[in-house]
């Protein structure tokens, strides 16, 4: 059992190991003075650990509502978020007890934002259920839903009370849900730690994976704890994801997130490659790790379609954009520019 403290506006402890979610009730237990819980999952989380967290939450005297909505991205949206405050006010949880988020990306951002916008602000536990969510999305308070103008532009920072990542989870998950988390991963290498990087390339897929998880979750404190709105060094994890959200709008959601994400992080890399400000080797290990841990490397996407779906991301137009450039492995800069040295990237990237 791994444990991990964040230093944000709220501290809380990001808890990693087997078997945690049988544990959710009495570690929440200290943290919620209420005793009303509402579970938010998804129709593909919920059947497989509603109860488990649903027994732990009532054994630790907890009474238990849930919402359950339709699996997917497509879900992520206003309609399910008033769907779901409409059942808190059923429900009636007070400010002083909790939502549980059990499920991936979808859910802990979504769960996280009725949470902070019900009552003005009730707790939140997260509990990841995929490797995505795990390694990056229940961690450091961003919640959101999408709008059709693009991901994530209704939001709040509100961090969670506690995040217990229970890695026996990973044994349930399809292989392409599983494949999309070690793109943040991967990412979380290139950016910021050699060693991470080197210990991908040596080792076989899943291997200690309780470490590499911690080692994701330290990456993102040490960035958080900098930079918890988002101002300025935070903006390092969006690597890959600029590009990366506009292939998910152009594709109309067909590439998961973490997939589109590789095909952000290799465009990127190809292009400052072929600028000279990239070593060859971090594009050569980039592609390697992609391979390894089977995630796709070509899109077949044109360039001119991608900056306009960039371009119609308003929440990166506000300004212009702030791109996340390799320069060698565990090592990206920040750059603020605009949407012609965006398409020239984008050019560059996916000339073969
Ligand atoms: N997933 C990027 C961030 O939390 O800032």
């Not at 409409?86 to 988020?101: C, G, T, V």
């Not at 999305?137 to 959101?144: P, Q, R």
């Not at 095909?263 to 050569?284: F, K, N, Q, V, Y």
């Not at 300004?319 to 750059?335: D, F, M, S, W």
Request: charged residues 20%; glycine residues 10%.
């Amino acid at each position: 059992m791994t444990d991990i403290q964040i230093n944000a506006s709220r501290r809380y402890t990001v808890k990693i190991g087997a078997g945690l979610l049988t544990h959710t009730g009495e570690l929440a237990s200290g943290l919620i003075k209420g005793r009303n819980a509402v579970i938010v999952s998804d129709s593909n989380v919920f059947p497989l650990y509603g109860e488990t967290v649903r027994q732990s939450l009532e054994a630790a005297g907890f009474s238990v509502g849930a919402f359950v909505f339709p699996a997917g991205e497509g879900s992520k949206n206003t309609d399910t978020l008033v769907a779901l405050l409409n059942r808190l006010a059923e429900l009636r949880p007070d400010r002083s007890d909790a939502i549980f988020a059990l499920g991936g990306g979808v859910t802990g951002d979504m769960a996280g934002l009725a949470a902070a916008l019900y009552l003005r602000g009730i707790a939140c536990i997260q509990l990841p259920t995929t490797l995505l969510a795990m390694v990056d999305s229940s961690v450091g308070g961003k919640t959101a839903v999408n709008l059709s103008a693009g991901k994530n532009l209704v939001g709040v920072f509100s961090q969670p009370r506690l995040v217990l990542c229970d890695t026996d989870c990973l044994q349930t998950l399809p292989e392409a849900v599983y494949a999309e988390g070690w793109a943040e991963i991967i990412k979380a290498a290139m950016i910021k730690s050699r060693p991470l990087a080197d210990f991908l390339l040596k080792s076989s897929p899943g291997e200690n994976i309780e470490r590499v998880i911690a080692a994701c979750v330290e990456i993102k404190r040490d960035v958080v704890d900098a930079d918890e709105f988002d101002t300025g060094v935070r903006q390092i994890l969006n690597f890959g994801h600029t590009v990366g959200h506009a292939i998910e709008l152009l594709g109309d959601y067909r590439y998961f997130h973490g997939e589109a994400v590789a095909l952000g992080m290799r465009i990127m890399a190809r292009a400052c490659c072929a600028l000279g400000t990239c070593e060859p080797e971090c594009l050569s290990v980039l592609e390697t790790l992609l391979n390894k841990y089977k995630l796709p490397t070509v899109c077949d996407m044109d360039a001119g379609a991608l900056l306009e779906a960039a371009q119609r991301d308003k929440k990166r137009s506000a300004g212009g954009i702030t791109l996340v450039l390799p320069v060698r492995v565990g090592e990206c800069t920040l750059k603020k520019t605009g949407f012609d040295e965006l398409g020239t990237l984008l050019r560059l990237g996916l000339s073969s």
